[in-house]
């Protein structure tokens, strides 16, 4: 069996994967492609009558839960375009024999500009002036300055890090908690490495770089927001899941949280009456920390060559399972 007699699903949307000869490239290679008729993440049920006779997956965000993947005998691939795997079953694809990949790194520069860049426009006010000021009015409004304060990583992976070095320039102290680095490693990349509760103890500004496992999940929840000062700026360009929702509610109400930025949600889009975006003080983006022309192009062409490496017998670099 060649390539040209397989089938490969690529469901990130068209404009995750804007690189036109990504496209061409893979089309020339296999038989056939299929590509996602929405332009949203595909949820289990969407997914069920697409997965039934591919060989190859290129993944974005969407729902792959054991049900997806028990219905795609012939799959030998899940290459995710991009790095959070907490959507895919990995048990799952384990008991199935189907090899998982993703992207590390290729995001990295992406997300972390949008971190520093949020974490800017909470210390500045930039949105609520932007609107005042377009409205005819010409607000006074005090800002916070970065310079001398802390600033708080949760997550030291190659996002955190790059968090970190962009910082340099801003006169702050870093500290920062990573269960897989090292006090020696945070050191050399300008972060005073702490426990996770004294990271949320001494931060001015909280940034989240964390991934979503049992231990992470829901992780700032009522009995973390307590140990915050109060008046905190929190940046998370991670995943909703590492923070109760209600307990954000109830920080943003009490002032222990100043103001937030919030580049992903629980349920995306999250809908105008989402209650968090009720309140002034809080930036809503779109999950649009990877969407750079840089970042997209390197984690589609990651995926693709991992998809193609497993589908030609070869070992894939970015292995998960």
Request: proline share 5%; net charge negative; with cysteine.
């Amino acid at each position: 069996m060649t390539l040209k007699d397989l089938r490969v699903l690529v469901t990130p949307t068209s404009y995750a994967m804007n690189d036109p000869s990504l496209r061409t490239e893979l089309e020339a290679l296999v038989g056939e492609v299929i590509y996602n008729p929405t332009e949203h993440p595909l949820t289990a049920k969407e997914l069920l009558p697409l997965v039934k006779d591919i060989d190859g997956w290129i993944a974005g965000l969407d729902e792959i839960s054991a049900e997806v993947i028990e219905a795609a005998p012939k799959l030998r691939v899940i290459a995710r375009y991009g790095v959070g795997l907490d959507k895919v079953d990995l048990e799952a694809a384990k008991r199935s024999g189907v090899v998982v990949t993703f992207t590390p790194g290729a995001n990295a520069v992406s997300v972390a500009e949008l971190s520093v860049g949020l974490m800017i426009a909470l210390a500045r006010k930039v949105v609520q002036g932007n609107r005042r000021t377009k409205l005819g009015e010409w607000p006074r409004q005090k800002g916070t300055a970065i310079s001398g304060k802390t600033v708080g990583l949760l997550g030291l992976g190659a996002i955190g890090r790059r968090v970190a070095q962009l910082l340099g320039g801003f006169e702050c102290h870093i500290v920062g908690y990573d269960p897989a680095v090292s006090v020696g490693q945070a050191a050399g990349f300008g972060v005073e490495w702490v426990e996770a509760d004294e990271v949320l103890r001494r931060a001015d500004f909280l940034s989240l770089h964390l991934p979503v496992v049992p231990a992470t999940e829901n992780m700032l929840n009522h009995e973390r927001f307590a140990l915050m000062k109060d008046g905190v700026y929190l940046i998370n360009t991670a995943r909703s899941e590492l923070i109760d929702e209600d307990a954000l509610i109830a920080a943003l109400r009490s002032g222990k949280v100043a103001a937030a930025a919030l580049d992903t949600f629980r349920r995306e889009p999250p809908g105008a009456d989402h209650p968090v975006l009720q309140f002034e003080q809080v930036i809503a983006t779109p999950h649009a920390g990877a969407h750079t022309d840089d970042s997209m192009n390197a984690m589609g062409r990651i995926a693709l060559n991992e998809c193609l490496a497993v589908l030609r017998g070869e070992e894939p670099h970015f292995r998960v399972v």
